[in-house]
T-cell receptor, first 115, second 116 residues
């Protein structure tokens, strides 16, 4: 199984709502990532989890709260978002590498619209 | 600082034409990795290739080929006999190593349109 799944595919939320994005992989990868991608731009790294511990937070606002409950699951909790947070949110996974940089496998993304 | 430049913003070709996507990178590291990803309209980034800085051999996979030249800091991607299904945004990316962060530096992407 070389698939990363993400739910939901589309999400529309108001600025006062609380919602969560979910990502799952069963490739045995121990590194998982959240990216944000605006239209016609490359993905921007938000968070990295390595062995279920947060290893990178790219100065992301606290209205985005990641969680890694186990080695297969990654969540992104959303609260009090702004319209400019509307984007495609991509999850990825890979084997962590100390001496190599391993390829990341991406999910199909969640297209988020904040009204 | 690390940087990836994809100077071609958009390319349009007719089916069966060959097309080359350019990628130029900057890094001070002696060990690094380069990647190409494809992003079709569906949104998912599809991994195409990884190349480390010590392996300058060119690679061919079906209609795809990659030309890595450290002397010019380039890692170009050629699609031979393009097909409509090749229409997508293609990203070149760089990762430092050794690294436990997995952080990828992406280029701005090249949108390839293949017309029938």
């Amino acid at each position: 199984d070389t698939e990363v799944t993400q739910t939901p595919k589309h999400l529309v939320m108001g600025m006062t709502n609380k919602k969560s994005l979910k990502c799952e992989q069963h490739m045995g990868h121990r590194a998982m990532y959240w990216y944000k991608q605006k239209a016609k731009k490359p993905p921007e790294l938000m968070f990295v989890y390595s062995y279920e511990k947060l290893s990178i937070n790219e100065s992301v606002p606290s209205r985005f709260s990641p969680e890694c409950p186990n080695s297969s699951l990654l969540n992104l909790h959303l609260h009090a978002l702004q319209p400019e947070d509307s984007a495609l949110y991509l999850c990825a996974s890979s084997q962590p590498g100390t001496s190599v940089a391993n390829e990341q496998f991406f999910g199909p993304g969640t297209r988020l619209t904040v009204l | 600082a690390q940087k990836v430049t994809q100077a071609q913003t958009e390319i349009s070709v007719v089916e069966k034409e060959d097309v080359t996507l350019d990628c130029v990178y900057e890094t001070r590291d002696t060990t690094y990795y380069l990647f190409w990803y494809k992003q079709p309209p569906s949104g998912e980034l599809v991994f195409l290739i990884r190349r480390n800085s010590f392996d300058e051999q060119n690679e061919i996979s079906g209609r795809y080929s990659w030309n890595f030249q450290k002397s010019t800091s380039s890692f170009n991607f050629t699609i031979t006999a393009s097909q409509v299904v090749d229409s997508a945004v293609y990203f070149c990316a760089l990762s430092e190593a050794p690294s436990n962060t997995g952080k990828l530096i992406f280029g701005q992407g090249t949108t390839l349109q293949v017309k029938p």
